[in-house]
């Protein structure tokens, strides 16, 4: 089974510039959570979709991050524009469903940074 | 406010002994506990969860001990192997609702021959 999918894996902006991640999740995931993970600290939850509809996004900074989950599968996580503070690996990671807990799969992230 | 916290940044431990790592929280509404390894330049990957109807998990070399009135667990790892350095992140999540994870900071587990 294939794994969680991300691209670009690493990223160098200057600041001011926008950026875009992409995700794949595992095929019939119908959860998918974006995180940001400062070095040094855990991952946070940015946002989270339910196929295609946003669940939570309370910690998502929505001056300068959108994202969106076109058709419940593939999801982009954009910033624009960039502050020297989004420094970050971006985390995409899916679940089967979103009733009762279940495990979360990783992807590898996109380690950015801005000059 | 760090609901989930990892006191320790990091911990040696020799082969064949045991690693215990600790994690502690402070809301009360999480109900269910995980524990996450993570290599270098890989995603975090799934080890072990626990309930908060139990006190213990057990699979194979890892066990979690949860102890609900400190608001405290912990992983053991026993015998430990070189494999499993990496960093590992406790997650606690409240079971009603959405399954949002709080992370804790991690710790950087480093196993030594």
């Known amino acids: 089974e294939a794994g969680v999918a991300q691209s670009p894996r690493y990223k160098i902006i200057e600041k001011r510039q926008s950026v875009a991640f992409w995700c794949n999740p595992i095929s019939g995931h119908a959860t998918l959570y974006w995180y940001q993970q400062i070095l040094g600290q855990g991952p946070k939850l940015l946002i989270q979709f339910q196929n295609n509809g946003v669940v939570d996004d309370s910690q998502l900074p929505k001056d300068r991050f959108s994202a969106e989950r076109l058709k419940g599968v593939d999801s982009t996580l954009k910033i624009q524009p960039a502050k020297l503070e989004d420094s970050a690996v971006y985390l995409c990671?899916?679940?089967?469903?979103?009733?009762?807990?279940?495990?979360?799969?990783f992807g590898p992230g996109t380690r950015l940074t801005v000059l | 406010d760090q609901q989930v916290k990892q006191n320790s940044p990091s911990l040696s431990v020799q082969e064949g002994r045991i690693s215990i790592l600790n994690c502690d929280y402070t809301n009360s509404m999480f109900d269910y506990f995980l524990w996450y390894k993570k290599y270098p330049a890989e995603g975090p990957t799934f080890l072990i969860s626990i309930s908060s109807i139990k006190d213990k998990n057990e699979d194979g070399r890892f066990t979690v001990f949860l102890n609900k009135s400190a608001k405290h667990l912990s992983l053991h790892i026993v015998p430990s192997q070189p494999g499993d350095s990496a960093v590992y992140f406790c997650a606690a999540s409240a079971i009603q609702g959405a399954q949002k994870l709080v992370f804790g900071q991690g710790t950087r587990l480093t196993i030594n021959p």
């Open positions: 990671a899916s679940s089967y469903t979103l009733g009762g807990v279940n495990e979360q799969f």
